[in-house]
């Protein structure tokens, strides 16, 4: 089972922005599709953002967050970085980071194997 570390949660005011990170301990993350997935109190798990491989530079989001999330990676340092500005209240959540060797759609939280711990986002005035 693959170790999938995520950081980078916080409370912050709506408008203001935050950088969650998602490290592989033991495994290179350059080879595997990568999801960001949050989940609400009383609502099901939801697929943000995600990217399958690192050589084609794709990028997919959900429409609630288009505009607002930006996924990346950092191969050097074996992370795959959620970039969000402008948060809104609704965007309250725990935020998950999954690892799978690929799978198209990528957005679809059941296609993937090895998830982390969590790391929760929270915003309000």
């Known amino acids: 089972q693959l170790q999938i570390v995520e950081s980078g949660g916080g409370l912050v005011q709506p408008g203001g922005s935050l950088r969650l990170s998602c490290t592989g301990s033991g495994f290179t993350l350059y080879y595997y599709t990568i999801g960001w997935f949050r989940k609400a109190p009383g609502k099901e798990r939801e697929g943000v953002s995600c990217?399958?491989?690192?050589?084609?530079?794709?990028?997919y989001y959900a429409n609630s967050v288009k505009g607002r999330f930006t996924i990346s990676r950092d191969n050097a340092e074996n992370t795959v970085y959620l970039q969000i500005d402008n948060l809104q209240p609704e965007d309250t959540a725990v935020y998950y980071c999954?690892?799978?060797?690929?799978?198209?759609?990528?957005?679809?939280?059941?296609?993937?194997?090895?998830w982390g711990q969590g790391t929760l986002v929270g915003v309000s005035s």
């Open positions: 990217s399958l491989t690192s050589s084609d530079d794709s990028a």
């Open positions: 999954a690892a799978v060797g690929y799978y198209d759609p990528c957005l679809d939280p059941r296609g993937y194997d090895d």
